[in-house]
């Protein structure tokens, strides 16, 4: 790893950062505008609350299944390509969502748009990698998905007037369009960056002995399980909220709009300083950071869902989002301080994955247990023993500080 902390290439700049920031967004509504239709789509197909976590979980397959393919490409081919193409594709089905004429439809549109969106992430933080260097390079990558929460805050306040006042094909269908005209701006404004143009050696091309390198590095599969558990609190709770707050807390859809977005605020906060917190206070002592967000994130899950009051559910849901965010931002941001150039693509889609099978099995088997027992509360306690878990695997982590990893990587 290299020890400067100035951007690495000039042409890809604040610019390239913003529009990642922004695409990001996009595509956090659009997945979320799922959540927000899932009482319309119901009705209209008929629906169960199983086939409904179906629903969502199918787009979670998908998006899980292309998250190494699509970080092995960034690495390969540079971050460009795949960032458009992704841009493009998921754009593409968000349009067909809006076309779908029966549960099955739904179920084969949503999983193809999770396998166009899934090369995503780890694309977008190998820009980052190819802009910033040092300790740079993580404050940079928990900013830029730090706009995660940015787009899961503001998808209610956009898709909820469009799903009243047009209804939810409609409101599929312009967000959609929209995403193809971004992937156009993009296209012109980003310059490509080919990998290996610096000369170094750890920024040429992922070949497979890098790969089976990376894959032996124990660091990445403590990451992918702890990710995994609190994926399972966060894409359950995104996914399970709006209905929740419909159906067991009895408000409308528009009170949902404006309180849902509220716990957002918080975790992308929480999200942004991450980075800037892991490297200031915790270089090396990362797991510290992991686990007490870990068991701060279990205590204010109990007591949302435990809260008597709609007032007391959204703020220790925020509370949660905020210690949670902790651990996504310090999950991502390792491999990004830790890893050789050619491997970050490739080591961000490998502990994303663990979360986006989280995104496949948490709303599922919320949607199985809410069925069965009639009620919320059964799901939640199953996330909460997810919290247990994170807790327990980020105690096993062992890192090293910059300064030494930045030695030993020369």
Not at 239 to 249: D, F, I, S, V
Not at 300 to 313: C, E, P, R
């Amino acid at each position: 790893m290299m020890n400067s902390s100035v951007p690495k290439n000039k042409n890809i700049n604040v610019l390239g950062l913003a529009l990642l920031y922004i695409a990001y967004c996009m595509s956090y509504t659009d997945r979320f505008a799922m959540s927000l239709s899932l009482t319309h789509v119901g009705k209209e197909f008929s629906l169960n609350p199983t086939e409904l976590g179906l629903v969502l979980s199918a787009f979670y397959i998908g998006y899980s299944l292309m998250q190494l393919p699509g970080g092995w490409l960034a690495d390969r081919f540079g971050s460009k390509f795949v960032v458009i193409t992704t841009i493009g594709a998921w754009s593409i089905f968000t349009v067909f969502t809006g076309f779908a004429w029966s549960f099955v439809s739904l179920i084969a549109i949503r999983f193809i748009f999770g396998i166009a969106e899934g090369g995503f992430p780890a694309s977008a933080v190998k820009a980052v990698s190819e802009t910033f260097s040092g300790e740079m390079r993580p404050k940079m990558t928990a900013l830029l998905i730090s706009s995660n929460y940015v787009g899961s805050m503001i998808a209610p306040l956009i898709m909820a007037p469009l799903i009243i006042y047009f209804g939810w094909r409609h409101a599929f269908t312009a967000i959609g369009g929209a995403g193809l005209l971004f992937a156009l701006a993009y296209y012109f404004a980003v310059p490509y960056e080919k990998p290996g143009a610096d000369g170094s050696r750890d920024s040429k091309p992922q070949d497979w002995t890098s790969l089976r390198e990376l894959l032996r590095n124990p660091l990445l599969y403590q990451l992918l399980i702890t990710w995994f558990c609190l994926s399972c609190v966060n894409k359950g709770l995104d996914a399970w909220m709006p209905a929740y707050l419909l159906q067991a807390r009895g408000l409308n859809l528009k009170a949902v709009g404006l309180l849902t977005p509220l716990p957002f605020v918080m975790a992308s906060i929480s999200t942004g300083l991450g980075g800037w917190i892991m490297i200031r206070f915790f270089d090396g002592r990362e797991k510290y950071l992991m686990t007490v967000s870990c068991i701060l994130t279990g205590v204010f899950l109990y007591m949302m869902y435990t809260a008597s009051t709609v007032a007391g559910v959204i703020t220790y849901q925020s509370i949660l989002y905020f210690f949670k965010s902790f651990v996504f931002a310090t999950a991502f941001s390792l491999p990004a301080k830790l890893l050789k150039d050619n491997q970050v693509g490739t080591g961000i889609g490998m502990v994303n994955l663990g979360g986006q099978v989280a995104g496949f099995v948490a709303p599922f088997v919320m949607g199985v247990l809410v069925s069965e027992f009639g009620t919320y509360d059964a799901a939640f306690q199953f996330l909460l023993g997810a919290t247990v878990i994170a807790t327990l695997v980020s105690l096993t982590i062992r890192t090293r500080p910059a300064s030494r990893t930045a030695v030993q990587s020369a």
